[in-house]
């Protein structure tokens, strides 16, 4: 699976031990286990985009600092800026005397996704497993057009794949994009959407989903949908930006259909057997990428054979 924009967001996702000792019980995502008190610090992520200004290295930096356990030295360089994300990364580089500052943090900003989702880890880590989740809601209602809105909607959805299944065109991205920063490759990409045509909303909508932004990128795959109703790649992309893991019949009432509409068209059955990989359902996950891989050459064919070796045996 490929994004126009490369690895222009730099997201550290720190521990996943959140994600793995929750269960989900019932189809509603609530969450249960056992009260045990986690060892270490809390996962901490900064979504920090393509920002490439000073504050934005530095606190990269720290980030990589507290994943590899330093946080002492973390900690030193989040306190040297005043930014929301600088001052959640002190609270927990300060674990667990950091835990009254994180907390103070999230009741002077009741909207940020950020400080909700990490409230809600300090939460888990200290075994307090319905605040925990109460203020991953929290995040996920927020912010959702946000990498903390996703990545607390993983966690109160432990057993689904992570994040969201992104969308792939069948046509290849501007050759232009190869020698710009990604600052700029994001700029191009937005000013192409707003003059161009359903492709360039297509186009623009990938990056924004590479960037944590699933709103935004929904609202670029309808405008494509509705330009080119007769486009297999819009109206596939139209369906996959509807992907929520909560009412995932959504998304898959609007993509299903789509392969009696474009028999011939890959993207289909591509995007169809990925959508059933992120709920679970693999053997029929497996069954459309056969089809993709059986078809011949196509943009799909080495992505689902991958998917397809990745899957064998489960």
Known sequence: MWFVVGAIALVAAGATVGATLLTRTGTGGSTTAAVVKQKGAPELDLDLGVRTDP??????????????????AAGRTFRRYRSLEARVGAALAAWPAGFDQLSALERARPGSSLAQLELGL????????????????AARRSQPDT????????LLHPRDAPGLPPFSPSFPS???????????Q????AARARTGG??????????????HRPVSAEREFAAAATLAPHDPDAQVAAAVGLFDKSRPAVAFSRLGPLVRTFPKAITVRYHLGLLLIWIGQLKAAR????????????????????????????
């Open 55 to 72: 504050e934005a290295v530095s606190l990269r930096r720290a980030l990589d600092l507290y994943d590899h356990g330093h946080r002492r």
């Open 122 to 137: 300090a939460f888990f880590w200290q075994g307090r497993l319905a605040q925990a989740e109460a203020a991953w809601r």
């Open 147 to 154: 990498y903390y809105a996703i990545r607390a909607d993983d």
């Open 174 to 184: 501007p050759s232009e994009l190869g020698r710009l920063s990604p600052p700029k």
């Open 186 to 189: 994001l700029a191009y990409l």
């Open 198 to 211: 359903a492709r360039a909303k297509l186009l623009y909508g990938v990056a924004l989903q590479s960037l």
């Open 287 to 314: 069954a459309q990428l056969a089809r993709v891989v059986a078809a011949g050459p196509s943009p799909f064919r080495a992505d689902a054979q991958l998917l397809l070796s990745k899957l064998a045996g489960k």
